[in-house]
């Protein structure tokens, strides 16, 4: 049976993460550690491949989720012994998953034992068609990912570690988007922001990254607080950590309409954790930090798969969410929010990977917007689009990189057509499906939702889904704006370039190069990059364009099929149908956007400056982030280290100096009776003298007392 | 003390010149400056530590005492011999007998 294989996808790119770590001994073996990398990771999309079909949905059959175990991990049990098998078999009915045993009694009878489940959380992985989506996304991108960075870090010192760390993060990953309980799932979310901690810091010499890594790893805590609470809540709640044991009591819970203060603490919790790992206000601030990392990293963890996994947790246990009236506005409005907000930020920044980064939180917040209004197949349809341009894009932008020396300003660099014709391309393609121009992927994607959105305001009669709806639609024009503002202003105008400091991306100090061509050729000029890294761009920009055309019907019904099918679906069929006015204006907004783009940073790019002199305040506020980093420096990081030195100081000086004054008795008393031992012999006589008298006369003294009592 | 028991030795008698032997022997021993007087002297303690031992032995009827006073003179001749090796040693450094000598020996 095919889908037992399965239960090899986390443990290939396992087995291979540790290879890979051994690898990193040998110097002659480091190569050898992209090939083991890229073969796991492709072996598990072969396997991904072979699943999918036993779970594609057929006209209207539900596809069955598939349980798949593989070793007991945390189960506890608990029993009960009843005399009588009438009594012990109506307990077991009361409690679903107990098991019933007949056994002989210390008294020769029968007794009948029932053992019931009170906490199992077992390594097993749920298969349903959300999951295979899931598994597409993480294997493919990553496959391709993997195989772009055996070019783009080649000559790179940490190369084994690289491959190390990439093919654990495909462990977490699959772990996350396959575990079949929250716990487990929580496993791999934490395997993720490690490997994410890991790759951000790849260049540990770096102060910035240093910083970055440790910045990503702290904010994430901070969701990661809120998704535990919730894993604990939804235990108390529901007795179980098992995904689709708690979406039947929720789905009981709903139609009896019983629900309690719990139902609503879990799903905002849980969003707390989404947010978090999906860098949506308020805790978007690490991933534009997170671009410290190698950009193959920023493609695949920090683009297309890790920080996806939010959206992917809301969609996977959606009813958890549906059963509080606030919780999926909550999450739209959020997503919507940070839509536009990334996406004004994005417009100012001169840094291509921070761009792509506030464009990632963008898109992202279009995600949750897309859930939150019970489009779940618009967000994963999103997501799955999102991961095919975004990689590209980030892909394309390490090319840039490359060919510059790690030359990231756009400041600095103008008119590359010429010196970078195939990337300029490539780039062309991922700037399209990322402005969301008519027919290419983005272009379906961001329609589903923002269709979904205004179908939703205008029948059921809300304000809400409306005002969304159109921040949705300024964000979609200033995405068109911006991913054209960069490629006009890289590929277009008069060719003019800095080589930047780095090579290859690599640490700058330490230029261990396995072939001197190349860093000679680099020393020359900017040059295209090798067809090792140019061929799974092009597979990713085939994807980028197509995969939306091809792909809507498709995820629309995988999703539909799995449990994050909404109970309330939007409705369908009665109210007013959207799709094809939605298209026409959506495709007309990115078309504006593109125009104004080529007319500011092409055609005309001395009108930029003019525009810009005219809103200096408006500006400077947009570079400098609306001053977030800054507000949370002076609200939370300031007083925390305030604090920090209070503690520090009274450690220093209370904790510390009773514990000194305790240390310092002994040699007090030591100095004080000092002088008596002056060296004299006879002056000891002396002592031991007094000293035996003494004891004599207490002694008598005692008996004297004793003899009168 | 009864009268009549005057004219024979009591617990009384060996106790009391267990004591004068022992206080004779403390007050030499804080007195004297001289290494092997003082040693002299903790021996005379020793001795009255004996007798009154053998008082005791006597006053109880058992032999207990005695024996042990006999494993105490028996060490007390070893470690007689280990010290007086130790004074002549001691002599031998500095020239004198003056335990004020080894003054700087303080801990």
Known sequence: ?709 | MVVSELHSLVLSHFLFTGAVLFIFGLVGFLCRRNLIMMFLCTEMMFQGVVITLVGFSRFHGNLTGQTFVIFVLTVAAAEAALALGLVVLLFRRKRTLDPEAWGELQG
């Open chain 1, 1 to 709: 049976m095919h889908i037992e294989l399965a239960k090899w996808i986390p443990w290939i790119p396992a087995g291979a993460a540790v290879l890979c770590g051994l690898c990193a001994m040998k110097r002659q073996l480091r190569m050898a550690s992209a090939l083991i990398c890229i073969l796991a990771i492709c072996a598990t999309f072969g396997i991904t491949v072979l699943i999918s079909g036993s779970f594609s949905p057929n006209g209207n059959d539900p596809v069955k989720p598939r349980t798949v175990e593989v070793f007991d991990w945390i189960s506890i049990w608990g029993q009960q012994v009843f005399s009588s098998r009438i009594s012990a078999e109506s307990y077991a009915n009361e409690n679903p998953g107990s098991k019933m045993i007949a056994r002989d009694g210390t008294d020769g009878e029968k007794e009948f034992v029932v053992r019931k489940p009170i906490f199992v959380a077992d390594f097993s992985y749920l298969l349903d068609s959300l999951t295979i989506v899931m598994l597409y996304v993480v294997t493919g991108v990553g496959a391709l990912v993997a195989i772009y960075a055996a070019g783009y870090m080649a000559g790179d010192r940490g190369y084994a570690r690289f491959f190390s760390a990439v093919c654990l993060f495909i462990f977490s990953m699959t772990t996350l988007v396959m575990a079949d309980n929250l716990l487990l799932l929580f496993l791999g979310w934490e395997g993720v922001g490690l490997c994410s901690y890991l790759l951000i810091g790849y260049y540990y010499d770096k102060p910035t990254a240093v910083a970055a890594a440790k910045k990503a790893f702290v904010v994430n805590r901070i969701g990661d607080l809120g998704f535990l609470i919730g894993i604990f809540t939804a235990y108390i709640r529901y007795d179980t950590v098992v995904i689709h044991e708690m979406i039947s009591t929720v789905s009981a819970t709903m139609q009896n309409g019983a629900t309690d203060w719990k139902d609503h603490l879990i799903p905002f919790m849980l969003m707390l954790g989404a947010f978090g790992k999906s860098a949506q206000l308020p805790l978007y601030v690490w991933l534009p930090d997170a671009m410290e990392g190698p950009t193959p990293v920023s493609a695949l963890i920090h683009a297309a798969t890790m920080v996806t996994a939010g959206v992917y947790l809301i969609v996977r246990l959606l009813p958890l969410f549906e059963i509080s009236p606030y919780a999926l506005p909550t999450v739209a409005v959020v997503g919507a929010v940070t839509a536009l907000f990334a996406a004004t930020i994005a417009l100012c920044q001169y840094d291509i990977k921070r761009i792509y980064a506030y464009s990632t939180i963008s898109q992202l917040g279009y995600m949750f917007l897309g859930v939150g209004f019970l489009s779940t197949a618009g967000g994963i349809f999103h997501l799955f689009t999102h991961a095919f341009f975004k990689a590209l894009l980030f892909l394309t932008a390490g090319s840039v990189m490359h060919a510059l020396a790690g030359q990231l300003d756009l400041r600095k660099m103008s008119g590359l057509r010429k010196k970078l014709p195939v990337t300029c391309w490539l780039m062309f393609a991922g700037c399209l499906a990322l402005a969301g121009f008519p027919f290419t992927a983005g272009f379906f994607s961001k329609d589903m939702i923002l269709a979904a959105t205004f179908e939703k305001g205008i029948n059921e009669q809300l304000i809400l889904p409306n005002v969304m709806g159109v921040i949705g639609l300024l964000t979609a024009l200033l995405t068109a704006f911006y991913a054209f503002r960069l490629w006009f202003r890289i590929f277009t105008g008069p060719e003019k370039y800095e080589m930047g400091a780095e090579h290859h991306g690599a640490e700058p100090d330490h230029g261990v190069r396995t072939s001197s061509s190349v860093q000679v050729e680099h020393v020359h000029d900017a040059h295209e990059v090798s067809w090792l890294m140019n061929a799974p761009l092009l597979v990713l920009a085939c994807g980028a364009l197509t995969a939306g055309f091809l792909g809507h019907e498709w995820i629309e019904r995988m999703v539909v099929a799995s449990t994050a099918e909404p109970a309330r679906p939007p409705m369908m069929d009665e109210g007013v149908q959207l799709h094809g006015l939605m298209m026409v204006v959506s495709g007309v907004i990115s078309v504006v956007g593109v125009m104004a783009a080529a007319y500011f940073h092409w055609l005309n790019r001395d009108a930029t400056e003019r525009f810009a002199d005219r809103f200096v305040a408006t500006v400077r506020v947009l570079t400098n982030k609306y001053y977030v980093d800054e507000l949370y420096d002076a609200m939370i990081v300031r007083p925390l280290r305030v604090v920090g030195g209070i503690f520090y100081q009274v450690d220093r000086l209370v904790i510390d100096s009773l514990v000194m004054a305790l240390g310092f008795l002994p040699r007090a008393l030591g100095l004080a009776i000092q002088p008596s031992q002056r060296g004299a012999l006879q002056g000891y006589g002396i002592g031991m003298a007094i000293g035996l008298v003494s004891i004599v006369v207490l002694v008598l003294m005692a008996i004297a007392s004793g003899h009168n009592s």
